[in-house]
């Protein structure tokens, strides 16, 4: 593998080894790559939560110092925001957005590889943080004058850039998923017979393109303060605070809707699936997610109820955020009535999406209490927040999420997760979610605070803690067993066949795992789950799927992914090539962000940075998207 | 453009189904400067919030508004000449296609001198980063959209470069039509900048 600077992908792509990955463009293998390592995000950030549970366990804990808690409980949020939820979410939307459209591959294949290793090297710098001198620890919204005044430590230097490198990277992706979604859709799938799925990631990608600048804006002003001597949040040179809060969560709130859009989205392809009966209110489904895109953005203060914005404002914002329960309500009616006179089979997937039906619409009241102005006055900052944004997060998207990946599992490896270890870890998940979560509720009307290290003894708060670190432990071990299930599953699980599940979209005509390019022939679809209306008449089953039988064969064909044949068979298709210059670019973006937070010394680290990042643009730019091969 | 095989400038060989290339760049472009919209407008506000808060620093009575409206001028007539750019690129006139590019570049590179020039003056007269909020969000919002003027510069010259090598028409992610939507799009900032930030503070 000898690496000459010049071209190191004259192979074919789908062959093996590190460099294969490296260089990859191809959607799927981006798609894997953004869940594997979400998933290894998980884990830590899982890590950090229980430390945060054994802390506060019991009254005056002495696990972690009050600093160590402030950086875990910061890491805690920011990782499972931004390096979890978010690019599981990127996960299943790259692997699934373009064959749920009926295309081989998204609209800018490396641009697709620049977002993937950007995000992953912004994870890898802002954890490098605890190694040199701690990690931020401002909490994930960073307010003035916290992470401003603190300026001997560059903890919150990672954080700024950090998220700004991010969201870079969100950026790119969500144009590339919109213009997929736009132009690359096959013949015959116009917007409404696209899967909720794909609408909510095109959603998505919408609220990201808008929501991020603000934010973007407000962590350079952030960086600026902090390093430059700026004066955008000193209160006392005439700066104002508040500015920060409004760009902030006019990012922060349709960033909830960013965490949570995508597992709405795979709600709404699991549950007709394993009710047997078509998406009830299909229309209804897709527009109320577009209206929840819409309002959304006009929402963002109830974050800020507190900060003293005047009655107007506040009721303003009030009202919206109760309008915005409206679409989010009519999702819920539409899934209950999908389920409704189905024959519903009780398969893992099926079994969380209906927790998670149940879990958002607890986490979705408490809400709309927090959109009662005077009585989120008292709920502020309490854990009642607390446990509303974790049964919304958790209890919806990490629900959610979990569910699409025991529905997609049998796509990706061609294997079936075991049903009996999956049914486990869904009630270990349930139970101890909800003995975490619930009593987070009580314990916030009772008034104890957040982001606070140790609570005192006395006040009424001791048993509801320890319940809820009981139940953060079985969380933790409903993720290991969900974690031997996929390394069991992955070689020894049940060989899938091309449509496990007898599913109604494009993936499930095609093989599993499905071949570079997708589709041998591109599908043409005239209807609404077309796949099914292929499957089913009005009378009785008729596959008209391409492949022969699966048991086995397929495995083998597709399991040493030569696509020597695959190339053979189809002249006509032409991938695109392998490209290390995404990587390239992101690296030389990452180098540079260093370099800014340490700026005393890191001129020099900018400087190359932007040189490397410019190198692989411009490359990336010239070279041609389909290399002559051989 | 079509001196090339369909199927070798598509991504994902999507000949068969006819996915016009330059209909997904164009799409993604104009998404990336909706999103730039909002970067921009979070600026711009951040600057109207600050307007007066001049502190002890100086304040808009130091814009020297002839100065600017020259140097906003020079900008503008920067999309003219990227007009024609894009003209003489469609019509497959590479040598003109050249000759506009480059005028193009120069006029930016000529904003951008003045824009310099006009910084080094501002800080002689006491307004730097630090002197106020004031200050602060003006040098933020008008950097930035410096900055976006350079990258603007350089796109053009690796367009100029390419149309030495006579790979103008060798489609690969760069073209002059995503240049010139970019450009305009930075040049029609400018005039909202100018507005909000020069004029409408010292009428």
């Given at each position: 593998?000898?690496?000459?600077?010049?071209?190191?992908?004259?192979?074919?792509?789908?062959?093996?080894?590190?460099?294969?990955?490296?260089?990859?463009?191809?959607?799927?293998?981006?798609?894997?790559?953004?869940?594997?390592?979400?998933?290894?995000?998980?884990?830590?950030?899982?890590?950090?939560?229980?430390?945060?549970?054994?802390?506060?366990?019991?009254?005056?804990?002495?696990?972690?110092?009050?600093?160590?808690?402030?950086?875990?409980?910061?890491?805690?949020?920011?990782?499972?925001?931004?390096?979890?939820?978010?690019?599981?979410?990127?996960?299943?939307?790259?692997?699934?957005?373009?064959?749920?459209?009926?295309?081989?591959?998204?609209?800018?294949?490396?641009?697709?590889?620049?977002?993937?290793?950007?995000?992953?090297?912004?994870?890898?710098?802002?954890?490098?943080?605890?190694?040199?001198?701690?990690?931020?620890?401002?909490?994930?919204?960073?307010?003035?004058?916290?992470?401003?005044?603190?300026?001997?430590?560059?903890?919150?230097?990672?954080?700024?850039?950090?998220?700004?490198?991010?969201?870079?990277?969100?950026?790119?992706?969500?144009?590339?998923?919109?213009?997929?979604?736009?132009?690359?859709?096959?013949?015959?799938?116009?917007?409404?017979?696209?899967?909720?799925?794909?609408?909510?990631?095109?959603?998505?990608?919408?609220?990201?393109?808008?929501?991020?600048?603000?934010?973007?804006?407000?962590?350079?002003?952030?960086?600026?303060?902090?390093?430059?001597?700026?004066?955008?949040?000193?209160?006392?040179?005439?700066?104002?605070?508040?500015?920060?809060?409004?760009?902030?969560?006019?990012?922060?709130?349709?960033?909830?809707?960013?965490?949570?859009?995508?597992?709405?989205?795979?709600?709404?392809?699991?549950?007709?699936?394993?009710?047997?009966?078509?998406?009830?209110?299909?229309?209804?489904?897709?527009?109320?997610?577009?209206?929840?895109?819409?309002?959304?953005?006009?929402?963002?203060?109830?974050?800020?109820?507190?900060?003293?914005?005047?009655?107007?404002?506040?009721?303003?914002?009030?009202?919206?955020?109760?309008?915005?329960?409206?679409?989010?309500?009519?999702?819920?009616?539409?899934?209950?009535?999908?389920?409704?006179?189905?024959?519903?089979?009780?398969?893992?997937?099926?079994?969380?999406?209906?927790?998670?039906?149940?879990?958002?619409?607890?986490?979705?009241?408490?809400?709309?209490?927090?959109?009662?102005?005077?009585?989120?006055?008292?709920?502020?900052?309490?854990?009642?927040?607390?446990?509303?944004?974790?049964?919304?997060?958790?209890?919806?998207?990490?629900?959610?999420?979990?569910?699409?990946?025991?529905?997609?599992?049998?796509?990706?490896?061609?294997?079936?997760?075991?049903?009996?270890?999956?049914?486990?870890?869904?009630?270990?998940?349930?139970?101890?979610?909800?003995?975490?979560?619930?009593?987070?509720?009580?314990?916030?009307?009772?008034?104890?605070?957040?982001?606070?290290?140790?609570?005192?003894?006395?006040?009424?708060?001791?048993?509801?803690?320890?319940?809820?670190?009981?139940?953060?432990?079985?969380?933790?071990?409903?993720?290991?067993?969900?974690?031997?299930?996929?390394?069991?599953?992955?070689?020894?699980?049940?060989?899938?066949?091309?449509?496990?599940?007898?599913?109604?979209?494009?993936?499930?005509?095609?093989?599993?795992?499905?071949?570079?390019?997708?589709?041998?022939?591109?599908?043409?679809?005239?209807?609404?789950?077309?796949?099914?209306?292929?499957?089913?008449?009005?009378?009785?089953?008729?596959?008209?799927?391409?492949?022969?039988?699966?048991?086995?064969?397929?495995?083998?064909?597709?399991?040493?992914?030569?696509?020597?044949?695959?190339?053979?068979?189809?002249?006509?298709?032409?991938?695109?090539?392998?490209?290390?210059?995404?990587?390239?670019?992101?690296?030389?973006?990452?180098?540079?962000?260093?370099?800014?937070?340490?700026?005393?010394?890191?001129?020099?680290?900018?400087?190359?940075?932007?040189?490397?990042?410019?190198?692989?643009?411009?490359?990336?730019?010239?070279?041609?998207?389909?290399?002559?091969?051989? | 453009?079509?001196?090339?095989?369909?199927?070798?400038?598509?991504?994902?060989?999507?000949?068969?189904?006819?996915?016009?290339?330059?209909?997904?760049?164009?799409?993604?472009?104009?998404?990336?400067?909706?999103?730039?919209?909002?970067?921009?407008?979070?600026?711009?506000?951040?600057?109207?919030?600050?307007?007066?808060?001049?502190?002890?620093?100086?304040?808009?009575?130091?814009?020297?508004?002839?100065?600017?409206?020259?140097?906003s001028f020079v900008l503008l007539m920067s999309s003219l000449t990227m007009v024609l750019a894009h003209d003489?690129?469609?019509?497959?006139?590479?040598?003109?296609?050249?000759?506009w590019l480059?005028g193009t570049a120069l006029l930016g590179?000529t904003f951008?001198?003045?824009?310099?020039?006009?910084?080094?003056?501002?800080?002689?007269?006491?307004?730097?980063?630090?002197?106020?909020?004031?200050?602060?969000?003006?040098?933020?919002?008008?950097?930035?959209?410096?900055?976006?003027v350079?990258?603007g510069v350089?796109?053009l010259?690796?367009?100029?470069?390419?149309?030495?090598?006579?790979?103008?028409?060798?489609?690969?992610?760069?073209?002059?039509?995503?240049v010139g939507l970019y450009w305009h799009f930075v040049d029609i900032v400018w005039i909202?900048?100018?507005?909000?930030?020069?004029?409408?503070?010292?009428?």
């Amino acid at each position: 593998m000898a690496v000459t600077a010049e071209r190191v992908d004259l192979r074919p792509p789908g062959e093996r080894g590190v460099w294969s990955w490296l260089t990859t463009v191809d959607h799927k293998r981006i798609g894997l790559l953004y869940g594997v390592t979400a998933f290894a995000f998980f884990f830590i950030g899982g890590l950090e939560a229980l430390l945060i549970r054994l802390q506060l366990a019991q009254a005056n804990g002495e696990v972690l110092s009050a600093d160590a808690y402030n950086q875990l409980f910061t890491m805690h949020g920011l990782t499972m925001v931004f390096l979890v939820i978010m690019p599981i979410a990127a996960a299943f939307t790259n692997y699934f957005l373009p064959i749920l459209i009926g295309a081989r591959d998204v609209a800018f294949p490396r641009l697709n590889a620049f977002s993937y290793w950007l995000f992953l090297f912004s994870g890898i710098m802002i954890y490098s943080s605890f190694v040199v001198g701690g990690s931020p620890d401002g909490a994930w919204v960073g307010y003035s004058p916290l992470a401003t005044q603190i300026t001997e430590t560059v903890r919150m230097d990672y954080w700024a850039i950090g998220l700004n490198l991010l969201g870079v990277a969100s950026i790119a992706s969500s144009a590339n998923f919109i213009a997929t979604v736009f132009t690359m859709r096959a013949p015959g799938m116009t917007m409404l017979r696209m899967p909720v799925f794909a609408w909510m990631a095109l959603v998505v990608a919408f609220l990201l393109i808008f929501s991020l600048p603000p934010v973007a804006i407000g962590l350079f002003q952030l960086f600026l303060d902090r390093n430059f001597g700026a004066l955008f949040y000193q209160a006392a040179a005439g700066g104002d605070p508040l500015l920060w809060q409004h760009l902030f969560w006019l990012f922060g709130h349709p960033e909830v809707y960013v965490l949570i859009l995508p597992a709405m989205g795979i709600i709404s392809e699991i549950l007709p699936v394993f009710s047997r009966k078509p998406l009830f209110g299909y229309e209804f489904v897709v527009f109320s997610g577009a209206a929840i895109g819409f309002v959304g953005f006009g929402v963002w203060a109830h974050h800020m109820f507190t900060s003293g914005m005047g009655p107007v404002a506040e009721a303003g914002f009030g009202i919206a955020t109760m309008i915005i329960a409206v679409p989010t309500g009519v999702k819920i009616f539409n899934w209950i009535g999908t389920t409704w006179g189905g024959r519903i089979r009780f398969q893992t997937p099926m079994l969380f999406s209906l927790a998670f039906i149940a879990m958002f619409v607890i986490g979705g009241l408490s809400g709309v209490t927090h959109a009662v102005v005077p009585a989120d006055t008292q709920q502020h900052d309490s854990y009642y927040v607390v446990a509303h944004f974790h049964y919304v997060l958790f209890g919806g998207a990490v629900f959610g999420y979990v569910a699409g990946v025991y529905y997609w599992f049998p796509k990706w490896t061609g294997r079936m997760l075991h049903e009996g270890w999956g049914k486990v870890h869904f009630w270990l998940m349930l139970i101890g979610f909800n003995l975490t979560f619930a009593p987070m509720h009580i314990l916030g009307l009772n008034g104890m605070p957040r982001r606070t290290y140790q609570y005192g003894e006395g006040l009424g708060w001791d048993f509801w803690n320890l319940i809820a670190t009981v139940g953060a432990f079985t969380i933790g071990v409903s993720f290991l067993l969900f974690l031997g299930n996929i390394l069991w599953a992955r070689t020894r699980g049940i060989p899938a066949g091309n449509d496990p599940w007898d599913g109604r979209t494009l993936e499930w005509t095609i093989s599993s795992p499905p071949p570079v390019h997708n589709f041998d022939v591109e599908p043409v679809v005239h209807s609404l789950d077309d796949f099914w209306h292929r499957k089913y008449a009005e009378d009785e089953e008729g596959r008209l799927v391409k492949m022969p039988a699966v048991t086995g064969g397929t495995l083998v064909e597709t399991g040493g992914e030569g696509e020597g044949d695959t190339h053979d068979a189809h002249e006509d298709i032409h991938m695109p090539s392998p490209s290390y210059y995404p990587a390239l670019s992101s690296l030389g973006l990452v180098i540079t962000g260093y370099g800014l937070i340490y700026l005393s010394w890191g001129w020099a680290a900018v400087v190359v940075g932007m040189m490397i990042t410019l190198w692989g643009l411009f490359g990336w730019s010239l070279e041609p998207i389909t290399r002559e091969e051989h | 453009m079509a001196s090339h095989p369909v199927a070798e400038t598509l991504p994902g060989g999507h000949a068969e189904s006819g996915h016009d290339i330059h209909r997904i760049r164009k799409t993604a472009m104009w998404v990336f400067l909706g999103s730039e919209c909002l970067f921009f407008g979070a600026m711009i506000a951040t600057f109207l919030l600050y307007r007066n808060s001049t502190g002890d620093g100086p304040g808009p009575e130091i814009f020297d508004i002839p100065f600017t409206s020259a140097s906003s001028f020079v900008l503008l007539m920067s999309s003219l000449t990227m007009v024609l750019a894009h003209d003489a690129f469609e019509r497959g006139d590479s040598r003109q296609a050249r000759v506009w590019l480059g005028g193009t570049a120069l006029l930016g590179s000529t904003f951008l001198a003045g824009q310099i020039f006009e910084f080094t003056e501002f800080i002689h007269e006491g307004l730097t980063l630090p002197t106020s909020p004031f200050a602060s969000s003006f040098y933020m919002l008008t950097g930035f959209h410096g900055i976006h003027v350079a990258v603007g510069v350089m796109l053009l010259m690796a367009m100029f470069i390419l149309s030495l090598n006579g790979r103008l028409y060798d489609d690969r992610g760069l073209n002059v039509e995503l240049v010139g939507l970019y450009w305009h799009f930075v040049d029609i900032v400018w005039i909202v900048i100018f507005t909000v930030v020069y004029l409408l503070q010292v009428l």
